[in-house]
């Protein structure tokens, strides 16, 4: 009965910062408790409700594949399980996440959204990793609660409230040991870099970091309203836009354009200063072309700038 009770209260307290998608929806359903809890929400908004799971290869995936099929199955849900295997090095965290999406959207049906259960706290973390690599105001706006069919429910309820509220419902759910590693940047962020940030403050600032980033999507949309994407030719692995168009506006509007440019060709997260100014530096013509990283060049070529994919035809590869 207690339990009831803080269950219908702990509900009520989130009901105005879930904003649960409408339509045939499929939940990212990693195992843990945020993805749980969002599972069990969704299913009692009423909509049509499936789940994926991604298995990533490693040594706690099998766990987490079960505890995510258990939880599916307590909701009497859809389950279905896909294998990813990234390649091991520096940059796995990003060619993880690269490879499950590109998983996500294979496996969507047309009129299916994708809901994940990134929360406030994953909002506060990214930011501040962005914020150090020094990635505009892309970077300050963090994680997007919407971006096309990909939805972010979560992103106004603590990361404590999802354990809560998972526990409540009955969900299975468990955590993923790959969360404890000090080698990720994320979870030294998590671990070492907030608390010393509350210590210094006298306050958790979790909260007014990641309402400043949702202030800042807000503006950033604004922005974007005052780009014209139609000038943009986007093809296999590479966008172009006329040079004339490029250096034509406000250098703040440029560098929106050319970060736009950077999410056109498949990535999710904005790309930091340097490769941005790399890229503004062959806009002006300062250099012929340039290498951006993550495969990515930049040139112009018959007055128009490119950037292009390592493999794409416009790179010179076989598209």
């Excluded at 909701?75 to 940059?91: A, D």
């Amino acid at each position: 009965m207690v339990a009831t009770r803080r269950l219908n209260r702990l509900l009520a307290e989130i009901a105005d910062r879930v904003r649960l998608p409408e339509g045939p929806s499929v939940v990212a359903l990693s195992g843990g408790a945020d993805s749980a809890a969002l599972a069990g929400l969704m299913v009692r908004g009423g909509e049509a409700v499936r789940a994926l799971h991604v298995h990533h290869g490693l040594a706690s995936s099998d766990r987490l594949e079960e505890t995510a099929a258990a939880a599916a199955g307590f909701l009497g849900i859809g389950f279905t399980s896909l294998r990813i295997e990234p390649e091991p090095g520096p940059g796995f965290e990003a060619r993880a996440r690269t490879a499950r999406y590109r998983c996500f959207e294979d496996n969507l049906a047309p009129q299916e959204q994708l809901a994940t259960g990134h929360t406030l706290d994953d909002l506060t973390e990214t930011v501040l990793m962005r914020l150090a690599r020094g990635a505009g105001l892309d970077g300050l706006t963090g994680i997007a609660e919407q971006r096309q069919r990909y939805l972010r429910p979560l992103l106004r309820v603590r990361r404590s409230e999802t354990r809560e509220l998972a526990t409540l419902m009955g969900m299975p759910w468990m955590d993923d040991p790959s969360n404890e590693s000090q080698e990720v940047l994320r979870n030294r962020v998590r671990s070492v870099l907030l608390p010393a940030l509350e210590a210094t403050f006298g306050r958790d600032p979790s909260v007014s970091i990641a309402l400043s980033a949702l202030q800042l999507q807000e503006e950033r949309r604004l922005l974007d309203d005052l780009i014209d994407e139609t000038s943009l030719t986007v093809g296999d692995g590479w966008v172009t836009v006329p040079m004339t168009v490029l250096t034509g506006l406000e250098p703040a509007l440029g560098e929106r354009l050319l970060r736009r440019m950077w999410h056109l060709l498949g990535f999710e997260y904005p790309p930091g200063s340097e490769p941005v100014g790399r890229a503004l530096a062959v806009a002006a013509r300062d250099r012929s072309s340039a290498q951006l990283g993550s495969g990515v060049t930049a040139r112009v070529e018959k007055e128009r700038f490119i950037l292009s994919r390592s493999g794409s035809a416009r790179d010179g590869g076989t598209g």
